[in-house]
């Protein structure tokens, strides 16, 4: 490599970003939406910078499956860029701790974690393949157990969890704060044919439904974006007729912060002590809590939560007078 490449070379890689993108290839092949996933940047900025990496001969397409990946060149780890991998990955492997990187790492562990849950995607099991399986088809098979019920999507999202329940409930209640993501849900359940959802915009501490108007409410990854959890659990509750329930999916305690600024997140998780707590003070009782989903080394794991709304004391009917 003369002076004039050396020079070049350097330059490129003197942008953090391209450093970013090196280190996370390094460890998992990745396409262009997952790396926006991984790296919080917009889809044209990644694909400008992998663009110059695959110029250098330091990024390579692996196209697989009709998508294109990305992942190391072979000049990053053999060849004539060899000797600069291995200092590259030195100063990786220095600053793993750091907080950007730890960040990156659990954006990766999530998107990984995706990637295998996708409800199109059929899972195998190491060395047996299963046609159709899926975790899907189980969940809308667990479907046809339940009785025609009124559900509410507490802070719906883009609607995935609310066309699934609309496959087994009479209605679907269907709630967001932001009207965008509302219409992306609209725009989702029409392509699938859910026509039994109605969509309301509000806050989850304050919800656009009457009291006791529903059997189940569902609040899936909702709870740690509320400004008041306390409150929303007590609304939660207000909506659900006697003998309802309520449904929760939350994430446990944990220290990613770049959630906050990234996501909105107000609350790193909630401690199962915690949860069950507010579950109590909301009104319900029967409380049941497990593990939903943990990855063995991310930094995510599911609490699934559940309780049932007390029914209203009969009133005493009055006696019969003597004559």
Same mark, same amino acid.
């Given at each position: 490599m003369d002076m004039k490449e050396a020079a070049s070379l350097y330059r490129l890689? +003197?942008?953090? =970003?391209?450093? %970013?993108?090196?280190?996370?290839? *390094? @460890?998992?092949?990745?396409?262009?939406?997952e790396l926006t996933a991984v790296l919080g940047l917009a889809q044209s900025g990644v694909s400008r910078h992998l663009g110059l990496l695959k110029e250098a001969g330091l990024v390579a397409e692996a196209p697989a499956g009709?998508?294109?990946?990305?992942?190391?060149?072979?000049?990053?780890?053999?060849?004539?860029?060899?000797?600069?991998w291995a200092h590259l990955q030195a100063q990786f492997d220095e600053a793993a701790s750091s907080a950007p990187a730890r960040a990156d790492d659990?954006?990766?562990?999530?998107?990984?974690?995706?990637?295998?849950?996708?409800?199109?995607?059929?899972?195998?099991?190491? +060395?047996?393949? =299963?046609?159709? %399986?899926?975790?899907?088809?189980? *969940? @809308?098979?667990?479907?046809?157990?339940?009785?025609?019920?009124?559900?509410?999507?507490?802070?719906?999202?883009?609607?995935h969890l609310t066309i699934e329940a609309a496959r087994w409930a009479r209605r679907v209640y269907a709630i967001d704060r932001s009207a965008a993501v509302l219409q992306r849900a609209r725009t989702l359940a029409r392509r699938h044919g859910a026509a039994n959802v109605a969509w309301k915009r509000g806050e989850i501490e304050r919800i656009?439904?009457?009291?006791?108007?529903?059997?189940?409410?569902?609040?899936?990854?909702?709870?740690?974006h509320?400004?008041?959890?306390?409150?929303?659990?007590?609304?939660?509750?207000?909506i659900l007729r006697?003998?309802?329930?309520?449904?929760l999916l939350d994430l446990r305690p944990h220290d990613q912060?770049?959630?906050?600024?990234?996501?909105?997140?107000?609350?790193?998780?909630?401690?199962?002590?915690?949860?069950?707590?507010?579950?109590?003070?909301?009104?319900?009782r029967d409380i049941r809590l497990q593990l939903g989903a943990r990855k063995a080394g991310g930094p995510f794991t599911?609490?699934?939560?559940?309780?049932?709304?007390?029914?209203?004391?009969?009133?005493?009917?009055?006696?019969?007078?003597?004559?």
């Open positions: 890689l +003197g942008e953090d =970003v391209r450093l %970013r993108l090196l280190r996370v290839l *390094a @460890r998992e092949r990745l396409n262009v939406t009709g998508f294109t990946y990305y992942q190391l060149g072979a000049g990053a780890v053999r060849g004539r860029l060899a000797g600069l659990a954006r990766l562990q999530e998107v990984l974690r995706q990637r295998r849950e996708h409800f199109e995607t059929h899972g195998t099991d190491a +060395g047996q393949l =299963v046609p159709g %399986r899926s975790w899907a088809a189980w *969940a @809308r098979a667990l479907g046809h157990l339940l009785p025609p019920l009124d559900v509410a999507d507490i802070g719906c999202g883009d609607g656009p439904l009457p009291d006791a108007s529903v059997d189940v409410a569902l609040l899936s990854q909702a709870l740690h509320a400004a008041d959890p306390a409150l929303a659990l007590a609304e939660a509750v207000r006697p003998g309802g329930r309520a449904l912060s770049w959630v906050k600024d990234r996501l909105g997140d107000q609350w790193l998780g909630f401690s199962d002590a915690a949860l069950d707590g507010m579950l109590r003070r909301a009104g319900l599911v609490t699934i939560a559940s309780g049932v709304k007390g029914r209203a004391p009969k009133r005493a009917r009055p006696g019969r007078r003597e004559r």
